[in-house]
């Protein structure tokens, strides 16, 4: 089936420092990209609609300019969380849609990213 | 709020008893899908039920969706210690051409061996 990754897999950052997580479809282009945060013995929250070669649609309450989101292939979104603060701690999952698959179908979750912010 | 509900929010059983779970949703659906979800880890999808269809089965699994009411169900049967998990529904919105994916609040299932 498709495989989507993630990388790093965890991280551990200091207050105030930003850092990038990458979200990769590895065996199919995927023109729109999904990022959702997790917390703690919580449900999945939408963050942002991350589109390839446009600007991502971001959820309403989420900071467009702390979580920055870049779509510059069709096989690559990343997501900055910039200035990152201990309440950014959390765990963020990506999922890819393959749009061979219509629009309803063919979505991939990748394994996540755990956030530490210290 | 963006998400449905799910109920209950904690499930434990004995393994070999049947788990229900119950989803909530809230407008028009193209689908709605189930995803297990161990601790720390990321989403296995386990099934999706298209707005047109009331039942769908997959191995230990049936799944409802009674579109009248807004609500589905994930029934495990048998169930295993493996299953321990939380489980969340999912709905893709007839009202988004993009294809997100708005989840419940999730059912933490535990299976006692």
């Known amino acids: 089936g498709a495989v989507v990754s993630q990388h790093p897999s965890w991280v551990i950052c200091k207050s105030g420092t930003s850092v990038k997580i990458e979200c990769r479809s590895l065996?199919?282009?995927?023109?729109?990209m999904f990022w959702y945060r997790q917390f703690p013995k919580q449900s999945l929250m939408l963050m942002a609609t991350?589109?390839?070669?446009?600007?991502?649609?971001?959820e309403q309450g989420v900071e467009k300019d702390k979580f920055l989101i870049n779509h510059a292939s069709l096989t690559l979104s990343t997501l900055t969380v910039t200035s990152a603060h201990p309440e950014d701690s959390s765990f963020y999952i990506c999922s890819a849609r393959d749009h061979a698959r219509g629009p309803q179908l063919g979505q991939y979750f990748g394994p996540g990213t755990r956030l530490t912010v210290t | 709020s963006q998400q449905g509900e799910e109920d209950p929010q904690a499930l434990s059983i004995q393994e070999g008893e049947n788990a229900t779970m119950n989803c909530s949703y809230k407008?028009?659906?193209?689908?709605l899908q189930w995803y297990r979800q161990n601790s720390g880890r990321g989403l296995v999808h386990l099934i999706l039920?298209?707005?047109?269809?009331r039942e769908k089965h997959s191995g230990r699994l049936r799944v409802t969706l009674d579109t009248s009411k807004k609500s589905s169900s994930l029934l495990i049967t048998a169930s295993r210690a493996a299953d321990t998990a939380s489980y969340f529904c999912a709905t893709a919105y007839s009202s988004s051409n993009t294809g997100k994916l708005i989840f419940g609040q999730g059912t933490t299932l535990q299976v006692k061996p």
């Open positions: 039920i298209r707005s047109n269809e």
């Open positions: 065996d199919f282009q995927a023109t729109t």
């Open positions: 991350s589109n390839e070669g446009s600007k991502a649609t971001y």
């Open positions: 407008t028009s659906i193209n689908n």
